[in-house]
């Protein structure tokens, strides 16, 4: 591996849609955040009117997140950052950092990683049945927040991590759906 390798941790929608070429994606471990519901979607998942909900690292003392790490192909790391920042920055309340992971191998690498800013408007600390009722009927620019939620879900099952806020959530707004 050369220190000249760009890495994308995904936690999100990122690890099932990342929209970059990459050479590799293993499960990764981020120490000091945990994954969750924790800024409204004005965009992708929701509306300014309407918003939604989107997974955001929101930072926790003790805690980890699980996901993908994706290195980046060699030849197109500007195109890759410039493709991410337009992506994830498209509201300014994620923040563009540089953290280290843990490879599932054991082996430490630095990540470009996209963290909740918890002084924007779009960060929010609500309960898991709030956070349920909002998904099941938001919808934005890139579809149904119900397609987000159980997309991630379904990832992270067959990635074999664990998130049991997700599963309940995903298990709750199905049912709300289905009523």
Wanted: proline share 4%; with cysteine; aromatic share 8%.
């Amino acid at each position: 591996m050369s220190a000249q390798d760009l890495w994308v941790f995904g936690y999100g929608s990122l690890m099932w849609n990342p929209g970059f070429d990459h050479t590799d994606a293993v499960v990764a471990t981020l120490p000091g955040y945990h994954r969750s519901f924790c800024m409204r979607s004005i965009h992708h998942r929701g509306t300014e009117d309407a918003p939604g909900l989107v997974l955001a690292l929101d930072r926790m003392e003790g805690a980890h997140c699980q996901g993908l790490a994706f290195r980046a192909c060699p030849k197109s790391h500007d195109k890759t950052l410039a493709e991410l920042r337009e992506r994830e920055l498209i509201s300014s309340a994620y923040l563009e950092k540089r953290l280290t992971i843990v490879l599932q191998d054991g082996r430490e690498v630095e990540a470009v990683t996209y963290v909740i800013d918890p002084d924007h408007v779009q960060y929010c600390q609500i309960d898991l049945s709030e956070q349920a009722r909002i998904i099941a009927h938001a919808v934005g620019g890139r579809g149904p927040n119900t397609e987000y939620l159980y997309n991630t879900a379904a990832h992270l099952v067959e990635l074999g991590i664990e998130d049991p806020d997700l599963n309940w959530l995903s298990q709750t707004v199905r049912a709300m759906v289905d009523a």
